[in-house]
């Protein structure tokens, strides 16, 4: 069971606006940045979102981050094919004094 | 370009010991602190241990205390990662990534899988 909560699963169809939650708690997500990751099929992870709502060079805007309390999103706008992946979030923990992800969601793309 | 190639990985019984590297190039290695993430098949990402610039911190996760070791040779910018007393539930592929101390992870290699015989 993963310290971070993420819905399994979300579907939307191409073009469409899609958001993944990431719900954790005050020792973690409250106290510490969020990070997505994109994993598409037999990949490594690659980073989408830090520090809660920055992009890395070359993350299309399309892609971003938000965080409030003790939960952060992403949002996905203008859905592809290719945006079928699963995505991750993670931060620290500094209870734990450990590094923690989120089990992911799985996007389809309709 | 930034590139981190994982090698060391293979199929070992329940008990023995594997010795993971990361090979790090396009980047001054000692400027990063620089993790261990796993992925069970068909699983998520659980972050393992990490390693400060000069190797003076160390922090790992509960499931890998006292079996596990990170290290680092910033002369050779390899990170290692020392993996004894294994088992069946080790299985999984094993990512080095550049990181911060306490935030994200920038950069990922391309993993390097650890099975665990029983």
């Known amino acids: 069971q993963s310290v971070l909560t993420q819905p399994p699963s979300v579907s939307a169809a191409p073009g469409q606006k899609v958001t993944i939650s990431c719900s954790g708690s005050?020792?973690?997500?409250?106290?510490?940045?969020v990070s997505w990751y994109q994993q598409l099929p037999g990949t490594a992870p690659k980073l989408l979102i830090y520090?809660?709502?920055k992009r890395p060079s070359g993350i299309p805007d399309r892609f971003s981050g938000s965080k409030s309390g003790t939960s952060g999103t992403l949002g996905i706008t203008g859905l592809q094919t290719g945006d079928e992946a699963d995505y991750y979030c993670?931060?620290?923990?500094?209870?734990?004094?450990?590094?923690?992800f989120g089990g992911g969601t799985k996007l389809t793309v309709l | 370009e930034v590139l981190l190639v994982e090698s060391g990985g293979g199929l070992v019984q329940s008990g023995g010991s594997l010795r993971l590297s990361c090979a790090a190039s396009?980047?001054?290695?000692?400027?990063?602190?620089m993790h261990w993430v796993r992925q069970a098949p068909g699983k998520g990402l659980v972050w393992v241990s990490r390693?400060?610039?000069?190797?003076?911190?160390?922090s790992s996760a509960d499931s890998v205390k006292g079996r596990f070791t990170i290290s680092r040779d910033n002369a050779k910018s390899t990170l290692y990662l020392q993996m004894n007393s294994l088992r069946a539930e080790d299985t999984a592929v094993y990512y080095c990534?550049?990181?911060?101390?306490?935030?994200?992870?920038?950069?990922w290699g391309q993993g390097t899988l650890v099975t665990v015989s029983s």
């Open positions: 990534a550049r990181g911060a101390a306490a935030s994200h992870f920038g950069y």
């Open positions: 396009g980047f001054t290695f000692s400027s990063y602190w």
């Open positions: 390693i400060s610039l000069d190797g003076s911190t160390i």
């Open positions: 005050s020792s973690n997500i409250g106290n510490n940045y």
């Open positions: 520090d809660n709502n």
């Open positions: 993670g931060t620290w923990d500094s209870s734990l004094s450990a590094g923690v």
